[in-house]
């Protein structure tokens, strides 16, 4: 959890240098680290220190928040590097729609 301020305000920051926004889809496709499952990775400064994270879980944490612990982040767009807030969903269980949208 990252719940500091001025932490947040500093990851947030970090986040998006490492995205380029597209303008056709409004996606915010992240250029940084990616695990082997596909999804992005950050290592970000939380209160436990530095840890790394789920990029797009981290950026709905950062800029959407109200995640529970169990949530499962999704992307709405399908793209699973996007780490657009708006394009994020926290759902407490997976709508197999989002996996046929990103094969
Ligand atoms: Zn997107």
């Known amino acids: 959890m990252i719940n500091n301020p001025e932490l947040v ?3 947030q920051r970090k986040l ?8 056709d889809t409004g996606c915010w ?8 499952s596909g999804y992005g990775k950050v290592l970000l400064k939380s209160d436990e220190g530095n840890k790394m994270h789920s ?3 981290a950026a709905f944490e950062l800029f959407v928040g109200g995640m529970k612990k169990d ?6 767009c ?3 590097l996007c780490i657009n807030p708006e394009h994020l969903k926290a759902v ?4 197999d729609t989002y996996w046929k949208k990103s094969l």
């Open 71 to 76: 949530d499962i982040v999704v992307q709405t």
């Open 55 to 57: 990029v797009h879980r």
């Open 92 to 95: 407490d269980e997976i709508d």
């Open 16 to 23: 998006l240098m490492y995205v380029a926004k597209q303008n």
């Open 78 to 80: 399908g793209n699973r």
């Open 9 to 11: 305000v500093r990851n």
């Open 29 to 36: 496709v992240w250029q940084g680290q990616i695990s082997n």
